[in-house]
């Protein structure tokens, strides 16, 4: 069984920074990559950032130049530095684990960008 664990979601203005967290744990079978989704109310999941085993990391424009992914691969973390953020980046924002075979998902954080 994995589980992820979210952190560092909260309320900021607009023009400030959120960092997250992403702790896994469990029975892990080699990661392809982890990433982080956002979902805001009405609308549907989107993805964020994600990086892969081997470094590699990809981002929805949205974010591009504002937000970075990064992780600690022996602690089986991942990070998301959120910089100048605007209110249309509120949302819950999920952790996302995947491996060869499954995909997990951490319960989500919730980030409230005020005007």
């Known amino acids: 069984q994995v589980q992820l664990v979210e952190s560092g979601g909260g309320l900021v203005q607009a023009g400030g920074s959120l960092r997250l967290s992403c702790a896994a744990s469990?029975?892990?079978?080699?990661?392809?990559?982890m990433g982080w989704y956002r979902q805001a109310p009405g609308k549907a999941r989107e993805l964020v950032a994600v990086?892969?085993?081997?470094?590699?990391?990809n981002y929805a424009d949205s974010v591009k130049g504002r937000f970075t992914i990064s992780r600690d691969a022996a602690k089986n973390t991942v990070y998301l530095q959120l910089n100048s953020l605007k209110p249309e980046d509120t949302a819950v924002y999920y952790c996302?684990?995947?491996?060869?075979?499954?995909?997990?998902w951490g319960q989500g954080t919730q980030v409230t960008v005020s005007s």
């Open positions: 996302n684990l995947g491996t060869r075979y499954l995909s997990y």
């Open positions: 469990g029975t892990i079978f080699s990661i392809n990559a």
């Open positions: 990086i892969t085993s081997g470094g590699s990391t």
